[in-house]
């Protein structure tokens, strides 16, 4: 039987740095020691595996996920959709994604999130789903509004979804944020700008997707996410004492 | 001109924000919401090996409490098998190995239960101490911290183990080991990582 192979490296220099002054939160949370690089072992290149029996089959509806029967979450209505690909250009089949985000007033709904704005009675905020045998994976939900943070006195953060992949592995596992074409809060944001190249930010800004909109039903953005590659043979330096 | 390598570029990581259980563990966030929460339930009813219990804190730069932490666990079975397709089968029915775990909002205490890993294979044929793979992710944090967690009553696999011998100062491999204890007679590790500071936990880059 075939052992999973090991991982490209991380490209750290692409990646946001633990420690971005401007980013106020990572000044006090951010390592200050070298990372110790380490080649893969068996803890590294395996991870848990979901299904279909793990999650319900409206979670990835966050327009109804929450509401009460007969009603549905306020805002402007979104197709988020995509493709989950490794940096071989493989689809990544049957992997969890889980999404969060505010409102379309920007309040989440979360017992630490005192903003003005209001609840909305019918949005939780949170859904997940598994990508199909293409990687594909789509959620319906309301595009989310800008809200204030504290980091400088007058800070916003631009209208964003949070999206946790997992992959195959441990060390694919990624939380990142995606952003709407055309918001103008986008290069303003500390959050944003902790990643130093402008080519890294353009990969998290979703683009508006009008071949996906439904007609007299939601707009649609497109948002595709690249995990890690895996090498594709096992190398001399073995893996495993096998 | 060469040909072009034509490889993909990973997706930058973005930090999970203050607001990371809405997403990952609403119930904490204060409403309800999935029929099941994920990655509560490690090791299941039927996995073979001691049952523990791990505590601790994730300690900032300050010296403060970080109380908005989600921490990620992924660990092999007590025979030293992870739960992953190449080995399915062959480990106990309802074994994961996969948990995740957020900090009390008033102490940032944290901890889970499961059952305690056996030794793991590492490369070149060589063992690897008992451990497990943990993952930090928070407001702040910009890219997930990926750390280890081994066991202090494996002081001798502990001394063999090529990951912590891989950490050239002696001095911060005991930042990888939890402390073994007791609590109304089941064990209790003890396991705080330090984001900073002169307790600095050991992040790796995998």
């Known amino acids: 039987m075939t052992k999973p192979g090991e991982f490209y490296q991380r490209d750290r220099a692409w990646h946001p740095p633990a420690h971005v ?41 966050l327009i109804h996920n ?16 995509g493709r989950i690909f490794d940096e071989n250009s493989r689809p990544l089949p049957n992997t969890l994604v889980e999404i969060w985000q505010a409102n379309a007033g920007g309040r989440y709904r979360h017992k630490k999130d005192t903003y003005l704005a209001p609840i909305d009675p019918n949005f939780g905020g949170c859904g997940r789903t598994l990508t199909d045998d293409n990687g594909y994976y789509y959620f319906r939900t309301v595009k989310p509004g800008a809200y204030p943070w504290r980091n400088w006195v007058n800070s916003w953060r631009p209208a964003h979804i949070h999206m946790s992949i997992f992959g195959t592995a441990f060390a694919q596992r990624l939380i990142t944020q995606l952003y709407f ?14 990643i130093p190249d402008p080519a890294a930010i353009d990969r998290l800004i979703a683009p508006l997707d009008m071949n996906a909109a439904i007609p007299f039903d939601c707009l649609a953005y497109r948002f595709d996410v690249v995990l890690r590659g895996r090498r594709s043979t096992l190398f001399e330096n073995r893996l495993e004492g096998n | 001109m060469v040909q072009k390598l034509d490889y993909l570029k990973e997706t930058p990581s973005q930090t999970a924000g203050p607001y990371v259980h809405i997403g990952l563990a609403p119930g904490a966030a204060g409403f ?6 994920l990655g509560w339930d490690i090791a299941g009813p039927n996995a073979a090996g001691e049952r523990i219990r791990v505590e601790g804190r994730v300690i900032d730069g300050t010296g403060s409490p970080v109380k908005d932490v989600l921490i990620e666990v992924w660990q092999a079975n007590a ?6 397709p190449e080995h399915a089968g062959e480990v106990e029915d309802g074994f994961r190995g996969w948990g995740r775990v957020i900090t009390d909002f008033e102490t940032g205490e944290w ?40 066991f202090s009553d494996e002081s001798e696999a502990n001394a063999a183990d090529p990951v912590l011998n891989l950490i050239e100062w002696e001095n911060r491999r005991a930042t990888l080991v939890a402390v ?5 007679g089941k064990t209790l590790y003890r396991f705080d990582i330090h984001l900073q500071g002169p307790q600095e936990t ?5």
């Not at chain 1, 002054?21 to 110790?36: E, F, G, M, W």
């Not at chain 1, 929450?66 to 959709?81: F, K, M, N, P, V």
């Not at chain 2, 305690?116 to 928070?138: E, F, S």
């Open chain 1, 21 to 61: 002054p401007d980013y106020k939160t990572s000044v006090a949370r951010s390592p200050r020691q070298a990372l110790i690089s380490l080649e893969n072992t068996v803890s590294e290149i395996t991870g848990p595996v979901f299904g279909h029996t793990d999650i319900g089959a409206d979670d990835n509806d």
């Open chain 1, 66 to 81: 929450y509401a009460q029967t007969g009603q549905s979450a306020i805002g402007e209505r979104i197709l988020l959709h």
């Open chain 1, 181 to 194: 074409e055309g918001d103008p809060l986008i290069h303003k944001c500390p959050i944003v700008n902790t």
């Open chain 2, 32 to 37: 309800d919401i999935y029929d099941q929460e």
């Open chain 2, 79 to 84: 025979a030293g098998i992870h739960a992953h």
């Open chain 2, 111 to 150: 901890g889970f239960d499961t059952v305690k890993p056996g030794p793991v294979p590492g490369r070149n044929g060589a063992t690897q101490a008992p451990h497990l793979n943990l993952w930090i992710v928070a407001r702040g944090i910009n890219i997930g911290l990926n750390t280890r967690l081994y």
């Open chain 2, 180 to 184: 073994r204890g007791e609590r109304e």
């Open chain 2, 202 to 206: 050991v992040f790796f880059d995998i």
